[in-house]
């Protein structure tokens, strides 16, 4: 099969020839049909995230069963899938107390990748390894979705929409005539403007430091769109009263805006960090303002979801037309140009690319 492999940090992602990988007992082997380039597929390759490589890159997918390993019940042939990057063991602590998103065996033992050309083993992002024609993942790893659900948008469902949608609905809880902030507009921060909108959050503050991105976040719903530069507090408060938001979404994963959330909060607001970062990165805040702001300050893991359960709901969602995935994806290419969709997830470009199989 073709996928495409990136061999070191730093290294430029390739397509390559490669074996697929084995089935397996427990385990479902899917053709994959169309596959999202993500920033964390980015962090993979330069280094922000240090994985074991040769890596396949791609962890945001759809495609449609093509075997199943023994004793696996939930899929069959022809059944058409989203791909979950962190399926829950449904047996640990956090499992058992409603966090399936905190896992502590999420994805269970590596999934084996397949071999490259010269036998090398081959390792799977997050799991999964979805700029292939096809992945092998674990029977928890497939959810099954209507066959009239365009691949594109099931693929979506998978990492961007199912955290963007997961933290304003789930994590923070927004409700009617809240203010929100959201900055960083790639596929997650857009879906979680446009999550925000839809729960009758007022002002939506779009925030990126790309002026590209006004029209993207317009469309997704914002109220106003306000470059990430010096200013940007000053100008949140100025569309606040002069507090700051109620809930500020971090959708980028850099300390720099995560002060920069933090500082767009109000006194007694909440501040997620939706972006997954670097561990060398640390965000200094003073003793004082912790204490004196009385802020919240929380992560969303995967937007705090069940997979299991929302992506079905999402589902619906989409084809009963009160959840529009369209302005999310901004290009759709081959696997043979999915490298120069890397470029442009580096440059902040566009919303999402779609991989189409
Ligand atoms: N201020 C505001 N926006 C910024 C800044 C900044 N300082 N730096 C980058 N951005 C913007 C980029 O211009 C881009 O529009 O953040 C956006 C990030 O979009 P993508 O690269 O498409 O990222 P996405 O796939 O949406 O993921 C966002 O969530 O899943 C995690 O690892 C992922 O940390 C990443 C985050
Ligand atoms: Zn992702």
């Not at 992945?135 to 009239?148: L, N, R, W």
């Not at 999550?195 to 990126?208: E, F, K, L, S, T």
């Not at 299991?308 to 759709?332: H, N």
């Amino acid at each position: 099969m073709r996928a495409l492999v990136v061999r070191e940090v730093g290294g430029t992602p390739r397509v390559e020839e490669v074996e697929p990988p084995p089935l397996g007992p427990g385990r479902v082997r899917v053709n994959v049909r169309a596959a999202g380039v993500c920033h964390s597929d980015l962090s993979m390759v330069n280094g922000t995230l240090t994985p074991p490589y040769p890596l396949v890159l791609g962890h945001e997918a759809a495609g449609v069963v093509a075997e199943v390993g023994d004793g696996v019940r939930r899929v069959a042939p022809g059944d058409h899938v989203v791909l979950n990057w962190a399926p829950p063991c449904r047996e640990c602590w956090h499992c058992g107390h409603g966090e399936p998103w905190l896992c502590d065996r999420s994805g269970g033992p590596a999934t084996p990748g397949g071999r490259t050309s010269s036998g090398e083993p081959l390792h799977v992002t997050l799991g999964l390894g979805a700029h292939a024609e096809q992945v092998v993942v674990p029977e928890p790893a497939v959810i099954p979705v209507p066959a009239d659900l365009p691949f594109e948008a099931a693929a979506l469902l998978g990492c961007a929409v199912l955290t963007g949608v997961g933290a304003v609905r789930r994590t923070t809880g927004v409700a009617p005539g809240d203010s929100v902030a959201v900055i960083g507009l790639g596929g997650v921060g857009l879906s979680a403007v446009s999550a925000a909108r839809a729960a009758g959050a007022d002002p939506v503050i779009a925030v990126d430091v790309s002026p590209a991105k006004a029209d993207l976040a317009r469309a997704a719903g914002a109220t106003d769109f306000l470059l990430g530069d010096e200013s940007l507090s000053r100008a949140i408060r100025g569309l606040t009263g002069g507090r700051g938001v109620d809930h500020a979404l971090e959708c980028v994963g850099r300390s720099a805006t995560i002060r920069a959330a933090w500082r767009a909060a109000r006194r007694g607001g909440q501040v997620i960090v939706v972006g997954m970062g670097s561990k060398d990165d640390v965000v200094g805040l003073s003793a004082l303002d912790i204490f004196h702001s009385a802020r919240t300050l929380r992560s969303s893991v995967y937007g705090s979801s069940d997979p299991d359960r929302d992506v079905p709901e999402l589902a619906r969602a989409v084809l009963d037309g009160t959840l529009d995935l369209a302005p999310l994806i901004s290009d759709r290419v081959t696997l043979d140009d999915a490298p120069a969709a890397f470029d442009r997830v580096a440059r902040g470009e566009g919303a999402r690319t779609v991989v189409l199989f």
